[in-house]
T-cell receptor
Framework: EDQVTQSPEALRLQEGESSSLNCSYT??????LFWYRQDPGKGPEFLFT???AGEEKEKERLKATLTKKESFLHITAPKPEDSATYLC????????????FGKGTSLLVTP | NAGVMQNPRHLVRRRGQEARLRCSPM?????VYWYRQLPEEGLKFMVY????????ESGMPKERFSAEFPKEGPSILRIQQVVRGDSAAYFC????????????FGPGTRLTVL
């Protein structure tokens, strides 16, 4: 059965303190790995798609990387406005087009 | 450039009533997905539709839940005879072409069953 596990569940950072969020996955065959950001009371906002091991993508202070077993979302010099829940999802080749989400990492960045 | 639209944003129903949730995909998108987010749980896939077709309903509860995406108009997720356990946030997402593409989410409908 496909599984997605995110860690840590919650993370508190000082402004400017860089860190990484982890997404470990087990799938029969990976079509794609997706990162989303979700603010309270809102829908997930698309950030990145990664398709193959070794791939990296960047957007402002965020950088996503992918290996055969896990993905990392690196946050460089975060700001308070980066506070949100970050969701990882996988799309498996044997499971149609559904996204299988992890439970997310709740990030709080304090000034 | 409007994103995915969902209405209502909040819906309150009493046990036994029907709930109808609507979703209009992004302009140019013809693929719609519905997900449910229960308190303290992750997003769970329910159903994937294209115009007039249900492609994958593997995540839909077998009873009381149905979905459609007619030729004209929004996609509708219908829950009959709601129970308290149906209280959740329901999100719709859309994509441009095949399911390979990124899915863009709407703001969700928060259903509360009294």
């Amino acid at each position: 059965e496909d599984q997605v596990t995110q860690s840590p569940e919650a993370l508190r950072l000082q402004e400017g303190e860089s860190s990484s969020l982890n997404c470990s996955y087990t799938v029969s065959g990976l079509r794609g790995l997706f990162w989303y950001r979700q603010d309270p009371g809102k829908g997930p906002e698309f950030l990145f798609t990664l398709y193959s091991a070794g791939e990296e993508k960047e957007k402002e202070r965020l950088k996503a990387t992918l290996t055969k077993k896990e993905s990392f979302l690196h946050i460089t010099a975060p700001k308070p406005e980066d506070s949100a829940t970050y969701l990882c999802a996988v799309q498996a080749s044997g499971s149609g087009y559904a996204l299988n989400f992890g439970k997310g990492t709740s990030l709080l960045v304090t000034p | 450039n409007a994103g995915v639209m969902q209405n209502p944003r909040h819906l309150v129903r009493r046990r036994g009533q029907e709930a109808r949730l609507r979703c209009s995909p992004m302009k140019g998108h013809s693929h719609v997905y519905w997900y449910r987010q229960l308190p303290e749980e992750g997003l769970k896939f329910m159903v994937y539709l294209q115009k007039e077709n249900i492609i994958d309903e593997s995540g839909m509860p077998k009873e009381r839940f149905s979905a459609e995406f007619p030729k004209e108009g929004p996609s509708i997720l219908r829950i009959q005879q709601v129970v308290r356990g149906d209280s959740a946030a329901y999100f719709c997402a859309s994509s441009a072409n095949t399911g390979y593409n990124e899915q863009f989410f709407g703001p969700g409908t928060r259903l509360t069953v009294l």
